[in-house]
T-cell receptor, first 116, second 109 residues
Framework: GAVVSQHPSWVICKSGTSVKIECRSL??????MFWYRQFPKQSLMLMAT?????????EQGVEKDKFLINHASLTLSTLTVTSAHPEDSSFYIC????????????FGPGTRLLVL | LAKTTQPISMDSYEGQEVNITCSHN???????ITWYQQFPSQGPRFIIQ???TKVTNEVASLFIPADRKSSTLSLPRVSLSDTAVYYC??????????FGSGTKLNVKP
């Protein structure tokens, strides 16, 4: 149980285009989903927290207009990187949690984004 | 927000027991301690979670002393496939996880 999927697993796009990444909890309903970014040889950096039906909470330094997050249902959250630039190239990882006091986060496999 | 400190890297040999200790001096009463494993270009994989004393599952054990200011992940009889980065995080599961640098475990034949 506790499987989280991401789609696509990798994407290459031209500078200036927008890219949407989907995160799904396959066998449970996730009260909260999180989005992280990881650059090579670095740790994961939390970008934002999203709860179903409400606006996402962004970490300091993360532009909400550039990284659009939609948490439309208890099993789906999307991250859209708008007007992507080469510096947005990174490994994007989502996680999902039931949100209860004893429920931890389960991570997706990640999406590799390369902006040319 | 509880900050964690772990060794940057560790070396081991196949078949040995590996213990990775994490310090979290500012852990809060409601915080749980969770360990994740991450392979290159993959999302972190949940290993074990605990609140106090000892927790054991099919892959690892987690030892937490009474003051909960540290915790030790124990991996029995590691193999080459256990080479990965291991992250220790604290949080109350309603809050966010802030990842530290993790411990890069290198298992040698």
């Amino acid at each position: 149980g506790a499987v989280v999927s991401q789609h696509p697993s990798w994407v290459i796009c031209k500078s200036g285009t927008s890219v949407k990444i989907e995160c799904r909890s396959l066998d449970f309903q996730a009260t909260t989903m999180f989005w992280y970014r990881q650059f090579p040889k670095q740790s994961l950096m939390l970008m934002a927290t999203s709860n179903e039906g409400s606006k996402a909470t962004y970490e300091q330094g993360v532009e909400k207009d550039k990284f659009l997050i939609n948490h439309a249902s208890l099993t789906l959250s999307t991250l859209t990187v708008t007007s992507a630039h080469p510096e947005d190239s990174s490994f994007y990882i989502c996680s999902a949690s039931l949100g209860g006091i004893q429920e931890t986060q389960y991570f997706g496999p990640g999406t590799r984004l390369l902006v040319l | 927000l509880a900050k964690t400190t772990q060794p940057i890297s560790m070396d081991s040999y196949e078949g040995q027991e590996v213990n990775i200790t994490c310090s979290h001096n500012n852990i809060a009463t409601n915080d749980y301690i969770t360990w994740y494993q991450q392979f290159p270009s993959q999302g972190p994989r949940f290993i074990i979670q605990g609140y106090k004393t000892k927790v054991t599952n099919e892959v690892a054990s987690l030892f937490i002393p009474a003051d909960r200011k540290s915790s030790t992940l124990s991996l029995p009889r590691v193999s080459l496939s256990d080479t990965a980065v291991y992250y220790c995080l604290v949080g109350d599961n309603f809050n966010k996880f802030y990842f530290g640098s993790g411990t890069k475990l290198n298992v040698k034949p």
